[in-house]
Every structure is written in C-alpha cells, then in structure tokens.
C-alpha cells in the first residue's frame, strides 16, 4: 500500500512540476518589457503565482511520496514530467508536435514503467546516522563543485552540461534532505521540523539547485541541459538511496541487466523527445 501511495504522489509531483514550469514561463515570456516594468508584469501576472503554487503544491506531494516510498521509486517518477508537459503543450498550447515527440514520449513511459518493474526498488528501516550522512553530503557537495568548475569554461554545451549535472546531483541530494524533514515532522510535529538540521538543508541545497538550473539554462542550449537534469537526478538518487538508506533493487544480474537497459531506452527517449519540441510555448499558427 505505501508503494503505491509513493507512486501516485510521485505522479502528483510531476505533475505539479510541469504545471509550475510552464505557466511561469509563459507568465515570464509574455509581452514586451523591460527592467523593473517586466517585474511588475511577472509579479502580477496569474500564471505567476499560479506557478509558485505549483511548486509548493510539487513540495507537498514530494514530500508525502518520499515519506510512504524508496528515494529509489520515487525520483525516477519525476521523468513523467516531460510527457505531462507534451501533452499540456497539445491541449493548452495548442502546439502541433511531430510524430518523434510521441514516439519517444511513448518510448520514455514504457522504458519508465519497465526500469520500475525490473528494478522493484524497495525501502528498509535503515535510518542514516550523522557519520552517513555526512559522508554522502560531503561527496555530493565535492562532485557538484567539481562539475561547476567544468562549466565555468569551455563551449557553451560543456558549460551547460557542467552545469545541469551539478543540478541533478543537487536534485538527488534535495530529495534526501525532503525524505528527512519529512520523518521530523511526521515524529516531532512543526516543532520538531524547526529543530531539525534536514530543514535547513532542503532550503540550502534547493537555493543551490535553483542557481545551477538558472546558470545552465542560460550558458548553453536546452538541448543539452534538460535532459541531462532528467536523466542524472533518478540515477543520482538511485546511488543515494542504496548507500545512505539502504535501499534494496531485485537481486540477480539479469534484472540488473534488464534495468540498465531500460534506463539506457528511457534516455535515449528523453533526449529526442526534448529534441523534437518546441523551445518556445507559442501556439502553432492556424494553418501551418
């Protein structure tokens, strides 16, 4: 009952993602302004806000879904965001999309929905102790340093690719902070969120993700930050949730292999899809 709790919150945070990215960027991308008037514009606008209650609404049902389920499950989910923007592209934008972005959306669910079955994450009741917690902070706060010096020069792809990866990485280890918070509310009420460590650590890694997102967005091409951010976050997460939580996949080889197939499909699906959409929300014009 939990897992299914884990993945049907797990859908709602996709699902909120992709509500709150594409109103705030239409919120952002409307009309022709400039300096402060264009953040008077933004401000007011209610797509914008809207936006922002998506992502609080993303926050909630995260949260819900890391609690009842595996980091393991959970994250890998989160890749159903792309699709659910296809298809809101299609009914709300009314953007014609070519048979590639259905294909490999179509492609993308099944290698999703295969990975999860094959792999069959699981949770335990290991609960982390500070000595590992700390360790895994600290590795994944080295290799997002690492990753942002690689994109500090260099092509634009490269930078963007630095870049996107550091935010994966940030991602992943946000879902863990979230997972934290989660079990000091639950156990501690408010009060116990607000002594915790975990809370701070979700507002300080998520400030850090947002500045990565932002930087890679803007130093090179979608094309190569996007799906980067997709692909790296559930196979970040995955690594976290074994080590530090001591989650479990199926045993034996040929689900092993199974899996690292049908994540390779899954990517591969991810990276054509973000290919063969639109960079831009306009509707297509009538008659085109």
């Not at 994450?121 to 010096?149: E, K, M, Q």
């Amino acid at each position: 009952m939990s897992s299914v709790v884990a993945i049907i919150f797990g859908l709602l945070t996709a699902l909120s993602n992709a509500v709150a990215v594409m109103f705030q960027h239409v919120a952002t991308t409307a009309g022709d302004h400039r300096g402060w008037t264009w953040v008077r514009h933004v401000v007011r606008h209610p797509l914008w806000l809207l936006g922002w209650a998506g992502m609080l609404g993303s926050l909630v049902f995260q949260s819900v879904a890391l609690h009842a389920g595996p980091l393991a499950l959970v994250q890998p989910l989160l890749v159903s965001e792309l699709v659910i923007a296809l298809v809101m592209r299609r009914l709300w934008r009314r953007q014609r999309l070519t048979r590639a972005a259905w294909t490999s959306a179509l492609v993308t669910s099944v290698a999703l929905v295969v990975l999860l079955v094959v792999a069959r994450p699981r949770g335990t009741a290991v609960t982390p102790g500070p000595a590992r917690w700390f360790a895994f902070s600290a590795l994944s706060t080295v290799l997002v340093g690492a990753l942002v010096l690689v994109g500090r020069r260099g092509a634009p792809s490269r930078r963007a690719a630095g870049f996107a990866t550091a935010t994966a990485v940030l991602w992943a280890l946000e879902a863990t902070f979230i997972a934290a918070a989660t079990d000091a509310l639950v156990a501690g009420g408010v009060p116990g969120l607000f002594a915790s460590w975990s809370l701070y650590a979700v507002v300080a890694c998520g400030l850090a993700g947002l500045t990565t997102e932002q930087v890679a967005l803007r130093v090179g091409p979608l094309r190569i930050s996007q799906p980067l951010i997709v692909i790296v976050d559930p196979l970040a997460s995955v690594i976290l949730g074994v080590g530090l939580f001591g989650e479990r996949l199926a045993p034996g080889a040929a689900n092993l292999i199974a899996a690292a197939l049908a994540f390779a499909v899954m990517s591969a699906g991810i990276v054509v899809m973000t290919a063969a959409v639109p960079e831009t929300l306009l509707p297509t014009p009538s008659g085109t």
